[in-house]
């Protein structure tokens, strides 16, 4: 089975399923599929089990997969704290149900560095305009002083004993199904394969420091709400060689007092008089790009909507092509009128009424 169905339809679940009916439906799929299962089993369906529900059993990594997929898993994030949770290696092979512990491929050849993710918050016009934003992140590198090693300058590396330097232990165990066997890290050297002896002063021995790091994002003009920008290389160091992680920042769009922004269209109420509205006439509304000029025609009605063309949100990274400003507006029937007010709209009212006496009924 391969990762690319749907995690919910492999374990036959709903999109909505409680954390009881997921761990449920994988109980009776791991059963069913398990290699040691002489009628139905798979090695490939069950490892497919396994990596759906060590998704979806974990609120974080389902909400990451509702989101963004398998590809979002398939990178590491770090929160905008600096604070960094990884979500290892997705073709590891382990199963909370069968009690064995978590495996992992032994850590001895290049490691890509784990991506960092940063949730930027900007302004209304910062997205409409675009903008550049010097951002802050903690990133984990390797040790200046060590060289990544752990080991203090000068000092050696002694291979692990309860390895032999391979990083992993084999350990067969009874399970429901007769004998597993199961491969871990070895606890001794973290699957390093090699002993520090004199741990490095600077880094303690863990090879690497955290490093704040100041970057200048560039946000394109136009940008959504949620959207993602990703660069390539600027997330953590990768260790022993690896390449560089990627850097997500996610974008959240201040609402903006008068402006509302509909896909590309840029939505702001205006209120006009009674008697401008009867009227006509230039008024004065804001844009995006400051104050713009609106004519209203004579007898506009309450709720209609006016279009000032060019004056909305630009496409993504094109300033050139430009969605509309659209002017709900509101007619207001004057309260409280004054003595004066009231002789005018008398007159008015006598004038209006003679003119189409069925349509506004009889006033006395
Ligand atoms: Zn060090
Ligand atoms: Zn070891």
């Known amino acids: 089975m391969a990762m690319t169905k749907d995690l919910y339809e492999m374990l036959g679940i709903s999109r909505d399923a409680t954390e009881d009916e997921i761990k449920k439906a994988f109980r009776q799929q791991a059963r069913k599929y398990h290699p040691d299962n002489k009628e139905t089993g ?30 979002g898993l398939q990178n590491s994030y770090s929160g905008s704290d600096g604070q960094n949770f990884g979500f290892g290696d997705l ?14 491929r032994p850590s001895t050849g290049p490691e890509r560095g784990l991506d960092l993710r940063y949730d930027l918050q900007i302004d209304f016009l910062e997205a409409i305009n675009g903008c550049n934003k010097q951002i802050t992140i ?20 002694k291979t692990c004993r309860s390895c032999n330097g391979l990083g992993e232990v084999r350990r067969v165990t009874e399970s429901f199904f007769g004998h597993v066997t199961q491969i871990t890290t070895c606890p001794s050297c973290q699957g390093n394969g090699k002993i520090v002896e004199q741990p490095c002063s600077d880094c303690n021995g863990k090879g690497q420091e955290l490093v704040k790091k100041s970057i200048e994002v560039k946000v394109p ?27 997500y920042v996610i974008i ?52 209609v909507i006016l279009k000032m063309p060019g ?49 506004f009924g009889f006033f006395n």
Do not use: M
């Open 252 to 303: 959240g769009i201040r609402e903006h007092e008068v402006f509302i922004r509909e896909g590309q269209n840029v939505i702001i109420e205006q209120a006009i008089s009674f008697a401008h509205a009867a009227l006509g006439g230039n008024v004065k509304v804001p844009s995006i790009e400051g104050e713009k000029t609106l004519n209203i025609p004579a007898g506009v009605q309450s709720g």
């Open 91 to 104: 073709s590891d092979i382990f199963s909370q149900f069968f009690g064995e512990t978590r495996t992992h």
């Open 311 to 359: 004056l909305g949100v630009p496409k993504l990274n094109n300033l050139a092509r430009k969605g509309d400003q659209l002017v709900h507006i509101t007619v207001e029937t004057p309260t409280k009128l004054s003595a004066e007010e009231k002789k005018i709209f008398e007159q008015l009212a006598k004038i209006q009424e003679e003119k189409n006496p069925k349509k």
């Open 221 to 247: 003009c136009g940008i959504d709400d949620g959207a993602r920008l990703r660069w390539g290389g600027k997330g953590e160091a990768g260790r022993k060689g690896g390449p560089p992680g990627d850097l």
């Open 42 to 71: 798979s090695e490939e369906v069950f490892k497919g089990i396994n990596q759906a529900y060590e998704i979806l059993s974990d609120p974080q990594k389902r909400n990451i997969y509702d989101q963004y997929g398998l590809k």
């Open 138 to 157: 903690q990133s984990h590198e390797d040790c200046k002083l060590c060289k990544g090693s752990g080991a203090k300058p000068g000092s050696t590396l």
